[in-house]
């Protein structure tokens, strides 16, 4: 499932406004199906009683008002009811009463200073699902292993339990707006809804904030009306009461006629509740008059408590392994740009590119004055053009939108194929790294036309609920974090490309710049260290190498092609000592090899006669094969010898060589 944003019209946005408005929670009335009395807290004298206690208790709310508790339940109930107030060990909601041979559920809470107390007329217990098969049926979901799995498989558990004969599970978009992502019908000739979005407005703001306290919400009868409560305010506080917490709470006339317009007759819904966010719904529906028992309410809240806490960890899982998926590409490319230093090849055409961090139709890089691009994208001189149309009307990098022709319609033209556009600056904001995707043709199916014609007014609820398909434009897959995710790489990026800018300092301080190879200083240290390493048993020896006639080599050919030549001696001896010797230039046409390990004379002249003989072999310089020799002195370390000893050893036999000839060795 991917994430859709509804559209959200001027009518819808009125809904919004308005619908949250609504008094939800101070209605001054209750349902039907129960009574509800608010008493003194000290005395349990009545001060407010519902006007529907003549039906449902035999007794007028008129004569009840002044009266005690105790008198119309017993003291013996008013003792049970204290102590469920008073938080009693093992006292607990419902507690079962009688009045005038009625049996009643009741139930009660404190609000605004007063004892709330309601009394719904009790159900037989053996009509419903007791509390082991609750039980068994929250040990059940924990088999399901994905997040679809767990959403069918509680809409399945539901139906079973509640035997209401439509359930549905609702997953909220990150925009508020709704979708059913799990359906269980009694009856298979029912239109199904699996899949179908809603706009937020079916469910306001308000709403779902109560929704947050209470975990279940049921309303028994969209036929009947309301009764309000008499007197309507509570006496010490001249307000409705507050029914936030009341089982009874009436409710929203919008609400009553949508559930109408759905042909619900009872509903039954539960809160999904993760880290304090209401994050989905369960709703129970029945064509016909149907509710639950207040105790098997109470376990089906811990069923959905259940299914939250799973959902939850679900959404870590996934969220964790995203976080580490991305951290490991962002390292990749890192990586692969450190390596190679090039930064269009490590990031446009690596193992791993940009496009695998986040996907996209293409992307473009903008570096050191040259842009680069891979992927699907029409013309580069456009990009270049936007950015700096973008950048010129003072738009800041990052830059990120997921529907160009809204949010910027006067540069959308330069780009016409494109839709979500993601920039991050790189290089300090010099360059900028920048993504694009093209425009999704994803429709939306939805619960209902959702056209204003479909509506009595703006504030009114849907008529019909048949699926209703709407399809985007000029809409991309929204970037959803990625484009956090995409300014993080951009200061990686910059790091390594500092990083990469002090070590290649740190090596022209060591190194001979036109070779590569390891200079004086570094040389000097390194014979140092071997030196040092004398004691445990090793011995250390130097080549001293003057290429000869070097000087005519420069004058005939001139400086560069000397350069050259002295590029490809270098590379020559690399080539035929280890990689463990170390090779220096000293500075003009004179190298020197440290010889690793147990270096003697006899070892260091071996490797002498190999250099000799690799130098002879012509070097291409110009194209052409240019012939050079080389004279070369060695020397092995003596007891007491210092850096400085053993290099001027080795350059008398360098020069004994020389004169003895050139193009050979010498002992020293
Ligand atoms: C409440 N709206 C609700 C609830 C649901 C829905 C599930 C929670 C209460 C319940 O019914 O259990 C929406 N019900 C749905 C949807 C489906 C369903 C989408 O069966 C099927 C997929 N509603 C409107 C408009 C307004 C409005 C226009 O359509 C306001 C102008 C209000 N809806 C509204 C209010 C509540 C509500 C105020 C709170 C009801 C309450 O708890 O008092």
């Avoid at 809204?406 to 979500?420: H, K, N, S, Y």
């Avoid at 048949?466 to 897959?477: D, R, Y």
């Avoid at 070779?515 to 040389?523: A, D």
Wanted: glycine share 6%; proline share 5%; net charge negative.
């Amino acid at each position: 499932m991917t994430s859709v944003q509804s559209p959200v019209s001027p009518a819808e946005r009125e809904r919004l406004e308005n619908c949250a408005r609504e008094p939800i929670r101070r209605p001054g009335s209750i349902q039907p199906h129960g009574v509800l009395v608010t008493a003194d807290p000290s005395s349990w004298t009545v001060l407010q009683a519902s006007r529907n206690c003549d039906t449902v208790l035999g007794v007028s709310a008129d004569d009840l008002l002044g009266t005690s508790v105790a008198g119309l339940l017993g003291a013996r109930a008013v003792e049970r009811l204290s102590a469920v107030l008073a938080g009693a060990r093992g006292a607990a909601n419902p507690v079962p009463v009688e009045s005038q041979g009625r049996h009643f559920d009741a139930i009660v809470h404190r609000a605004d200073g007063v004892v709330v107390l309601e009394l719904e007329p009790t159900l037989p217990d053996d009509d419903f699902a007791s509390v082991p098969a609750v039980y068994a049926a929250v040990s059940r979901l924990r088999a399901a292993t994905t997040r679809d799995e767990l959403w069918a498989d509680a809409a399945r558990e539901l139906q079973e339990l509640t035997g209401f004969d439509r359930v549905m599970v609702y997953h909220f978009h990150a925009d508020g707006h709704g979708q059913v992502v799990a359906e269980e019908r009694a009856d298979p000739s029912m239109e199904p809804y699996l899949g179908l979005h809603y706009p937020a407005s079916d469910i306001p703001a308000q709403a779902r904030a109560l929704y947050l306290t209470k975990l279940s919400r049921t309303i028994f009868s969209t036929a009947e009306l309301a009764y309000p409560l008499c007197p309507v305010e509570v006496p010490r506080t001249g307000q409705p009461l507050d029914l936030s917490h009341a089982e009874l709470r009436s409710v929203s006339a919008h609400h009553l006629q949508f559930m109408r317009n759905m042909g619900q007759a009872s509903t039954l819904s539960f809160s999904l509740i993760v880290g304090g966010q209401l994050i989905g719904m369960v709703t129970c529906a029945h064509r016909t008059l149907r509710r639950l028992p207040y105790t098997l309410r109470q376990g089906l809240e811990v069923f959905a408590d259940q299914v939250a806490a799973q959902l939850h960890s679900f959404s870590e899982i996934g969220r964790l392994a995203r976080t580490a998926e991305l951290l490991r590409m962002r390292n990749a490319l890192v990586e692969q740009f450190t390596l190679t230093g090039s930064m269009a090849q490590s990031l446009l055409h690596g193992t791993v590119t940009v496009l695998d961090l986040v996907p996209a139709a293409a992307a473009v890089l903008r570096h050191d004055g040259l842009t680069s691009t891979t992927g699907d994208l029409p013309d580069t001189a456009r990009v270049e053009q936007f950015v700096e149309r973008l950048r010129a009307d003072g738009g800041r990098l990052p830059f990120a939108s997921d529907s160009l022709a809204i949010d910027r319609p006067e540069l959308a033209t330069l780009l016409p194929t494109v839709a979500g556009v993601l920039i991050v600056p790189i290089d300090g904001g010099r360059g900028y790294l920048a993504w694009f995707r093209h425009e999704i043709t994803d429709t939306t199916e939805w619960l209902g036309d959702q056209s204003e014609s479909n509506r009595d007014s703006t504030l009114s609820p849907r008529k019909s609920f048949s699926a209703w398909s709407s399809s985007v434009s000029a809409q991309a897959e929204p970037w959803q974090g990625l484009d956090e995710e995409a300014a993080q790489f951009s200061r990686d990026l910059d790091s390594a490309v500092l990083r990469n800018l002090q070590s290649d300092l740190a090596h022209f301080g060591f190194h001979d710049a036109l070779t590569g190879l390891p200079n004086r200083r570094l040389l000097m240290d390194r014979i140092d260290h071997s030196l040092a390493g004398r004691n445990r048993g090793a011995g250390v020896a130097l080549l001293f190498i003057d290429i000869d006639s070097f000087k005519a080599i420069n004058d005939s050919l001139g400086h560069d092609s000397g350069d050259d030549a002295l590029i490809r001696i270098a590379e020559r001896l690399r080539s035929v000592t280890r990689d463990s010797d170390t090779v220096a230039r000293l500075g003009g046409d004179e190298f020197v090899v440290v010889v690793a390990g147990s270096a003697n004379l006899v070892t260091a002249s071996q490797i002498a006669s190999r250099v000799l003989e690799a130098l002879r072999r012509p070097i291409t310089v110009n194209d052409r094969p240019l012939r050079v020799t080389s004279s070369i002195g060695v020397a092995a370390a003596e007891a007491d010898d210092t850096a400085v000893d053993l290099m001027r050893r080795a350059d008398a036999a360098m020069y004994r060589a020389k004169r003895a000839g050139k193009d050979r060795i010498a002992l020293g």
